[in-house]
């Protein structure tokens, strides 16, 4: 699968996830009091998804176990460095409220989803392209 575009589209899913974050703020005076670390929590996921895609990709390249490796490595690491952020700001910031995890979980849920969904995609298509060949 073309890196190119799948990191474009992971632009422009941040791009809309940005959006949508600008539009709850504005709305809804709950989410204003947290909204540094949603900003936080949206570019750390953008940039985790992006290093997990490219490892993940890499890692389709090689063999089978090469990415089933990679993927298990990932998320493995995502978790801890989710953890570690989360901790960070807890001890930093000390919110009143733990509301604040909101959106740092949709934010997980979703880019999750999209780099679950890029990478069976990816995956699909080596298989259509190595049993075409063979």
């Known amino acids: 699968m073309n890196l190119r575009a ?7 899913y941040t791009l809309g996830m940005a959006l ?7 709305v809804s005076p709950f989410f204003n009091y947290f909204s540094q670390f949603t900003w936080i929590a949206l570019a750390f996921f953008a940039v985790l998804t992006a290093l997990s895609l ?10 089978a176990y090469g ?9 493995l ?4 460095l ?16 733990p509301s604040f995890i909101i959106p740092f979980f949709f934010f997980y849920i979703v880019y999750t989803i999209f780099e679950v969904r890029e990478l069976i995609l990816a995956q699909r298509l ?5 049993s075409k060949r063979i």
């Open 6 to 12: 799948t990191f474009s589209k992971l632009i422009i």
């Open 20 to 26: 949508l974050v600008s539009i709850i703020n504005l």
């Open 54 to 63: 490219y490892i993940g990709l890499r890692g389709l390249q090689k063999q």
């Open 67 to 75: 990415f089933v490796t990679s993927v298990n490595g990932v998320v």
């Open 77 to 80: 690491i995502k978790l801890f």
């Open 82 to 97: 989710s953890i570690l952020l989360v901790l960070i700001y807890v001890m930093v910031a000390r919110p009143n409220s």
């Open 126 to 130: 080596m298989t259509k392209a190595t």
